[in-house]
Structure formats: C-alpha cells, structure tokens
C-alpha cells in the first residue's frame, strides 16, 4: 500500500519551460512534505519543503504548491535547465511528539530537460 | 569533509555472509536514519537514533538486521547471513533537527 504515490516514471521537458512534477499522498496524518533531487550514483539531496498549514513555499526556480483537501502536492521548475535532469521524488512526513520524523518516499520521476 | 559519509561505496557479499556498512554523519547532528532503496523504488525507512538511542526501528525488515550508534555519531547497519533480497542501495542521512536533509552517497549491497 503506497502511501506517497508519483504516478509518471518520467518527464520530458525544453530548456527554458515549466517543468510539473506531480505526488499524492494517502495518508491524512502526512504534515509535512519534502522534494529531492537524486544523480545517479549519488544520495538524494533536499531541494525544498512545505508544511502543511501552507500551501505554497517557494525558493528560487522551484515553487512547491499542496493541496491537502486533494492530498496533492506539486513541485514547479521555471525555468528548467538541462543541470535539472535528475530523478525527482516526493517524500512526506507525520509530526510525532517524542518520534521520528521518518520519511516515506514516492518512486520518483526522472526528469529529462532537454537543450 | 562537511557531508554524510558512508563506507563501502560498493559491497559484494556471497549469501550468508555477515556485511557491516559504516556512516559518519554530519558533525553535530543529533538525528540519524538508515533507508533502503530498491531498484527502481524509492528509499524505505529502516531506522532512526536520537544521539546514541535507537528511537525507532520499525522499518528493518528482519531481525537479521541490526543498527547501532554507540557514541552518537557513527553509525554502523549489520546485515546477518545475507540473503539475495537484500541487495539494494542502503543510505544513511543525518539531521540537525529530526528531518532526513543530508543523505549520503549510499553503499551498494550486492549479494550473489
């Protein structure tokens, strides 16, 4: 049962346009919401995040828009350059008073941005 | 360096061997969390200490696995008698404040 869903394996975008990355989410208690970026042979690495009493974070290029009655939550690229080109994915998060704030991580999206 | 370090980059084990893989977090980071990542999938949460306490250990997914952080910065996952399933990427991440921010390169288990 996947509670963090990113339902296109892959994205194919211009250098220079918007490029949308999509992720559900099935679980209600998910409070807090963050995106990686992953090259391949290397960890992922923290791009930006959103809590859940927002609905939209932006920094720089990259703009986090969420939805919580929709329980969706997108990542924007504007504009998008081919250093963009990774593996994308969404992970959410549960707020718990003297716990983790382990993370569930979607499949990820490879984003291809094209020159 | 300023990063998560982990040790082996890449591990080959013949099944049924024991394998330890090693990482340095950032310096002065109080959380810790170890995930597995499959091919193809996303990271799976395995576990998560607070300084030296293993708060959370939920996601290991057999008790052939075991993490440890004796003094509350290195932290070593030990894989008991491998088996095939076991093969995937193991990343560690480390957090000034409970989120996994910084992750590592990741060692790559593979069984045969």
């Known amino acids: 049962d996947q509670q963090v869903k990113q339902n296109s394996p892959s994205l194919s975008v211009q250098e220079g346009r918007i490029s949308i990355l999509n992720c559900d989410y099935t679980?209600?208690?998910?409070?807090?919401f963050l995106w990686y970026k992953k090259y391949p042979a290397e960890g992922p690495t923290f791009l930006i995040s959103?809590?859940?009493?927002?609905d939209k974070n932006e920094d720089g290029r990259f703009t986090v828009f969420l939805n919580k009655s929709a329980k969706h939550l997108s990542l924007h690229i504007v504009p998008s350059q081919p250093g963009d080109s990774a593996v994308y994915f969404c992970?959410?998060?549960?707020?718990?008073?003297?716990?983790?704030?382990?993370?569930?991580f979607g499949k990820g999206t490879k984003l291809t941005v094209n020159p | 360096g300023a990063g998560v370090s982990q040790s082996p980059r890449y591990k080959v084990a013949k099944r049924g061997q024991d394998v330890a893989l090693r990482c340095d977090p950032i310096?002065?980071?109080?959380?810790l969390f170890w995930y597995q990542q499959a091919l193809g999938q996303g990271p799976e949460f395995l576990t998560y200490f607070q300084n030296e306490a293993q708060l959370d250990k939920s996601g290991l997914p057999s008790d052939r696995f075991f993490a440890e952080r004796p003094e509350g910065s290195v932290s070593t996952l030990k894989i008991q008698r491998t088996q095939q399933e076991d093969s995937a990427v193991y990343l560690c991440?480390?957090?000034?404040?409970?989120?996994?921010?910084?992750f590592g390169q990741g060692t790559r288990l593979t069984v045969v």
């Open positions: 992970a959410a998060s549960a707020l718990r008073e003297g716990g983790s704030e382990k993370l569930v």
């Open positions: 310096s002065g980071h109080v959380s």
């Open positions: 959103i809590s859940s009493i927002k």
């Open positions: 991440a480390s957090s000034p404040d409970g989120y996994a921010a910084f």
């Open positions: 679980n209600s208690m998910f409070d807090y």
